[in-house]
């Protein structure tokens, strides 16, 4: 490789994905004023429509939950070097694992269902990352490849179980029967009434929480702990981990695994949370959002978490804005996505040469390392 | 002294210079070369050689400086223009695509037209009278991947002269070759020369540019320092100039006290990827206060076998004893072996010792990360893996002390401290050292070189592996000699072993595979 | 009741109806890949090459004006790739995966702009609009004969140009892969571009040369899948067919031949499919026919795991080409 252009470490965690995110949006709303459609509207719109009230908030906070739990999926699957394109696929599956404890469950109480459920729903994702992390750790398989493979694996394996085995009875749709009521992730509209603070109703549940201990969790994890660093070794250096005496197969495997069981996340918020049954497509392309999510976070938790809410008020704003203005569906929210992917992602080298100029310029630089 | 009459030159470089930032790789390097000459050129790592040659062949452009080719200045921007002016290089790397036929290859960009038929059946022709005529043979159709490195490197030979090339720059071509190749390769030179084709060849081994160039020029921190006839020089001349001074490589140590034996190999057998024996069947024993030096020219084993020992590479057959005990097969593993109580400095501390994105911190504690001293149960605590290197970092002398820079950003020389701070500092009872010393300064020499004597004087059992020769030979209370895999000889060093021209000799001998019994 | 020939012939003919845009995008894959250049973009590209072809041919009120801005749409976002990836050196896996969601929103986005109808472009409901099947001589006559009659007219004729193409693309790709300079060149980049560039020839280029390839094969499936199979272009109408002509590509080790025959597999498999949807079989009961839908994915992953022979990919793909010293 060449010489890495080297920028301090603020530039390069923050002003490179910020530029990054600039041009992005910029790209959008040159999209949208080529529609007919005033870029300065459409921004005011998405704002408002996303956080200028209790109610667009909530929603804005159950999107961010979904991406949240897809971002760190792919972010920890990057700390080890691995590209996990499979995040839908085993959210999907975390999905039949909720569902099954919930239906199969009934009689259990909330407090025990609701953990049990969850932990299901975890193990299903786990399971659907594992198998392609052994098969690249063990059979040298390309994870991108089998990833991709298993997404549409697990959406053929959906059609089949809703349309076949688990339609509720009488039911014309590809949905199983409603969940018991206690199977459901109390709402935030619910528990903020607890407090006696009343607030309109939205789909944003506890599962928020969960997202958000999540990603502190994650970097407890990773940055703290043996494993993690093991994990971070393996993305590093995978030669220099096996003489540090670390195992890159099983890091893998582990890795992938976790990273699923992070997908999942997003069953539990739309299947337990929201939708209580579950049904075809609940995933709707969150486990791709969680791609942008990751790079635009650099793979750090909390860059993700703010990752996420940047996507949760485009989300909901875009919705907003769908309504608002007939000539913009939310189909911009996609591709706005896919500029971010391009822009932080691929194209991420793209302002460094420039920015390296800049600051090389710069009188006021420090001694540099030998 | 001086040729009578110069011969006309083939190629000449004048006042090349060239910068990569703040590293002044080529600083007004003139060379000129006879045509029909074996020419040397010689230099330590990073003296700036591979630079100059890339400049001749298109990679990079000189910002000062010209090239002139036959006499007349020409401008090579690129490999295709060094390619037009006669030019063709055999890289250390072979550039060669595995899973094309040799034919393919060689025609790679010399193809002769849109459809490969045409081409095809000139460049047979070509190959058949190149091996006649240099005795270059290969099969056309075999599948470059499938031939052995003298036969790849006879590709890349044949490449360029197909291309036409009329001076050939090899570089550090008999790194990967066994003895009996690399004097193959080298009558394989002389033919060319008498066909008044011109060599520069790139190496660091003195005893090859004795025995085959007509005239030698030695590098020195991106410097033209010497350029002379062979016939007119020594190497150790070559030596002094390589280096600037004289340096007799010399290690302050007192007489070892050799105790039990530490470490032990047994049959060692070690296969790679295609179930080629890498190491064959070595068996030796280093005891406790004891330096044991592996000698023989890279690529003859002894990374394998130091791998194998440190549990990286599987054993196929044989076992490893340590302190007397065997080495079960399930503890055949780096982290198993490691707690057995053995350190191991790798060979190539970029690409095994250190991760180079991390904190110094971090990297300084690879392979002893779940020592229980940084951190309870699960946890690994920054504060006491900072705290550590710190610690080392006096005791090495490694600046700047700073275990929160990353790693990338050390020197090789300090690198090179962090990973020998990590590995001694556990208090291991065995050390396999791999190149301790590569690409790191003369100062940090000295102090490696103390700190594996002070090793063995405290009773460990030290191992070394070294491409050189003076390095094993000033170190080792006792030299093993490796050649394609196998272990062809052991020998007590007499005192100042280096300057005993029939001690060296004999190494020499052994390194080539001239084993007792055939001698 | 139709005979075992008509129902054979028609089956397979659907399979190869099924399989054009797939062998096109494979193809497509394949010239992509073979130069060292990843290429998991295909679904993204094919889409939007869908909706430019029907939008144009639309508008113009011609298929060929369509095809022509298929390709274009196509090479655009192909070139987009190309210079992330081969300038940039970018992730190419990145890159392709963002190409597919550019392409997906903004086919949608534009497709709602212009016509409102949540994204479905007008339906090509004129001659010119639309790839029609290319009449073949004597097919009435070819009718009474028993056998090769419902062959001629089933599978043989009755099929638009682009499907003529497709079969033609695939000897014309092994003869330039593997008989030509550029060919040879090619391959040599996706495996070591070193050894490219140190014989004096420009990687860039080639990998510039394959990705608008790449893109132009790609232009060719999109406009088949609206202009021709269907008569206007619906919101993520590829559903994926870019990720079997991947799994194809995988599947056929990246060879033209074993390529053209993967796709022609996989078309029938999604033609069993359809036909058997709700058929009751003895013994079996009601066909699983997600099962079939599967087979394509659950195979390349079997076949990529090496439990069945090995798809090893050309060695340099997917790694940015930096000149080293």
């Known amino acids: 490789m060449s010489a890495p252009i080297s920028l301090p470490r603020w530039a390069d965690l923050i002003l490179v994905p910020l530029l990054s995110v600039a041009t992005a949006f910029l790209v959008g709303g040159l999209v949208v004023a080529a529609i007919g459609v005033s870029p300065w509207e459409a921004t005011k719109t998405l704002i408002t429509g996303s956080l200028g009230s209790g109610e667009a908030l909530g929603f804005t906070l159950y999107y961010t939950t979904d991406f949240i739990f897809t971002g760190l999926a792919v972010a920890l699957a990057f700390q080890a070097g691995l590209f996990n394109i499979g995040g839908e696929g085993q959210a999907t599956l975390g999905g039949l694992g909720a569902a099954l404890v919930c239906l199969y469950g009934g009689g259990l109480p909330g407090w025990l269902l609701i953990p049990l459920a969850i932990l299901a729903a975890a193990l299903f994702g786990a399971l659907w990352g594992l198998v392609p992390g052994y098969l ?39 949905e199983t029967a409603r969940f018991p009521d206690q199977a459901a992730i109390p709402s935030a509209k619910s528990i903020l009434g607890v407090f006696g603070i009343d607030t309109a109703a939205t789909p944003l549940n506890l599962s928020f929480v969960l997202a958000l201990g999540c990603a502190l969790a994650l970097w407890i994890f990773v940055w703290r702990t043996r494993k993690g660093y093991e994990i971070r070794t393996t993305g590093a250096n995978p030669t220099a981990a096996i003489y540090g005496g670390i195992a890159p197969a099983a890091i893998v495997m582990l890795t992938m695994a976790l990273s699923g069981a992070l997908a999942s996340g997003v069953a539990v918020n739309e299947i337990m949370g929201v939708q209580n049954r579950l049904l075809l497509e609940f995933t709707a392309g969150y486990g791709f959002v969680g791609i942008a999510v990751a790079l635009m976070g650099r793979a750090h938790p909390l860059g993700v978490v703010l990752a996420s809410l940047l996507f949760g008020i485009l989300y909901q704003g875009g919705a907003e804005l769908a309504f608002d203005q007939p000539k913009i569906s939310r189909d911009m929210i996609v591709a706005i996505q896919g500029f971010v992917v391009l822009f932080a992602g691929a194209l991420d080298g793209l302002y460094r040469p420039h920015l390296a100029r800049v600051f090389t310029a710069l009188p006021r630089t420090r001694s540099g390392p030998i | 002294m001086t040729t009578a009459v110069p011969a006309p030159a083939a190629i000449e470089l004048i006042g090349i210079d060239k910068s990569f930032g703040a590293v002044h790789a080529n600083k007004a390097v003139t060379l000129r070369v006879a045509a029909g000459s074996i020419h040397g050129i010689v230099g330590e790592n990073g003296a700036g050689k591979s630079t100059l040659m890339s400049i001749l062949y298109g990679f990079y452009e000189a910002d000062r400086g010209e090239i002139q080719v036959g006499g007349a200045p020409v401008r090579i921007a ?34 002769g037209g849109a459809l490969v038929a045409r081409g095809a059946a000139a460049i047979r022709l070509k190959l058949a009278e190149f091996g006649r005529a240099y005795g270059l043979t290969v099969d056309p159709d075999a599948l470059v991947g499938t031939l052995g490195v003298g036969l790849q490197q006879r590709v890349e030979i044949l490449k360029a002269l197909v291309r036409g090339a009329t001076i050939l720059i090899l570089d550090e071509p008999t790194a990967v070759l066994t003895p009996a190749e690399a004097d193959q390769l080298f009558a394989m030179l002389d033919r060319l020369r008498r066909e008044n084709k011109t060599v520069i060849l790139i190496t660091h081994k003195l005893r090859e540019i004795m025995a085959v160039t007509d005239r030698v020029s030695v590098m020195r921190r991106g410097e033209m320092v010497l350029t002379t006839d062979t016939a007119a020089t020594s190497p150790a001349q070559l030596a002094d100039a390589m280096v600037g001074r004289r340096v007799l490589l010399t290690v302050a140590k007192g007489a070892s006290t050799p105790g039990p034996v530490r470490l032990e190999a047994r049959n060692i057998t070690v296969l ?7 190491v064959s069947d070595v068996s030796f024993t280093v005891r406790g206060g004891e330096i044991a030096g592996l000698a023989g020219v890279a690529g003859n084993g002894q990374s394998e076998l130091l791998e194998a020992l440190a549990g990286i590479r599987p054993l196929a057959s044989g076992e490893i004893l340590i302190d007397g005990c065997p080495v079960p097969s399930a503890a055949h593993n780096p982290k198993a072996i490691r707690a057995l109580g053995l350190a191991h400095v790798p060979e190539d501390r970029h690409r095994m010792g250190l991760v180079m994105p991390f904190e110094a911190a971090e990297s300084a504690v690879l392979g002893i990360h779940g020592d229980p001293a940084f951190g309870a149960g699960p946890w690994l605590s920054r504060r006491r893996i900072v705290a550590d290197l710190a610690r080392k970092m006096a005791g090495y002398d490694i600046r700047p002390a700073d275990p929160r820079l990353k790693t990338a950003n050390f020197s090789g020389g300090n690198q090179q401290k962090i990973v020998l701070a990590r590995e001694m500092e556990r208090d291991p009872g065995i050390v396999l050292a791999g190149q301790p010393t590569r690409g790191v300064d003369i100062g940090a020499i000295e102090f490696i070189h103390k700190r594996l004597v002070a090793l063995r004087d405290a009773g460990k059992a030290v191992l070394v592996v070294s491409v050189e020769l003076d390095e094993i030979m000033a170190l080792s209370d006792v030299i093993l000699v490796m050649c394609g895999g196998r272990l062809t000889g052991r020998r007590t060093p007499p005192p100042d072993a280096a300057s005993d021209d029939t001690f060296v000799g004999e190494l020499g001998l052994l390194m080539a595979g001239v084993t007792e019994q055939a001698a | 009741m139709h005979d075992f020939a008509t129902d054979a012939s028609l089956i ?20 992509s890949e073979r130069a060292g250049v990843v290429d998991i973009g295909l679904e993204g590209k094919m889409l939007a090459a869908a909706f430019a072809s029907a939008v144009v041919a639309y508008q113009a009120d011609s298929a060929w004006a369509g095809l022509g801005a298929g390709i274009l749409a196509s090479v655009a976002l192909g070139l987009l ?31 709602n702009a212009w016509y409102g109808e949540g994204g479905r472009t007008p339906q090509l409901d004129t001659p010119a609009s639309r790839f029609l099947e290319v009449p073949w001589p004597g097919e009435a006559a070819m009718d009474g004969v028993p056998v090769l009659g419902p062959i001629y007219r089933n599978l043989v004729a009755g099929h638009v140009v682009l499907t003529y193409l497709a079969l033609l693309v695939v000897p014309l790709t092994a003869f330039v892969l593997y008989r030509t300079r550029f060919g040879l060149r090619l391959r040599a980049t996706g495996e070591n571009p070193a050894a490219v560039d140190t014989a004096g020839i420009s990687v860039r280029g080639l990998r510039y040369a394959a990705v608008v390839i790449c893109g132009v094969l790609c232009g060719f499936a999109g406009t088949f899948m609206s202009v021709a199979q269907a008569a206007s272009f619906l919101p993520s109408m590829t559903a994926g067919k870019g990720f079997i002509a991947l799994a194809a590509l995988v599947f056929s080790k990246w060879r033209p031949w074993p390529a053209l025959a993967t796709c022609l597999l996989f078309g029938f498999l999604d033609a069993l499919s359809i036909r058997l949807q709700g058929a009751v079989l003895p013994g079996i009961g009601e066909v699983p026919v997600q099962a079939i839908q599967a087979l394509p994915y659950g195979l390349t992953v079997i076949l990529l795991a090496g439990f069945v022979g090995r798809a090893i990919p050309p060695k340099a793909s997917g790694i940015p080409y930096v000149k080293e010293r």
């Not at chain 3, 397979?12 to 010239?31: E, H, M, N, Q, T």
């Open chain 3, 12 to 31: 397979l003919a659907s399979s190869l109806r099924l399989a054009v845009p797939l062998i096109f995008a494979c193809i497509a894959g394949l010239w």
């Open chain 2, 272 to 278: 790679g990827h295609n179930g080629v024996p890498l």
């Open chain 1, 136 to 174: 690249q750790a063990r059979r040298g398989s390309h994870i991108v490849i089998t990833t991709i493979m298993f997404n549409w694996l697990a959406s053929t394996l959906m059609g089949y179980l809703l349309v076949n085995t688990l339609r509720a009875p009488k039911s014309m749709e590809p």
């Open chain 3, 81 to 111: 790739h190309g210079f992330a990836v081969i300038d940039q050196r970018g992730n190419q896996i990145v890159s392709g995966a963002a190409i597919n969601l550019v392409a997906a929103g903004l086919t949608a986005l534009l497709g």
């Open chain 2, 78 to 111: 690129s490999s295709r223009d060094a390619i037009r002016h006669g030019i063709g290089m055999v890289h250390q790397h072979f550039m060669l695509v595995d899973t094309l036929s040799v034919l393919d290859n060689v025609m790679l960009g010399a193809e």
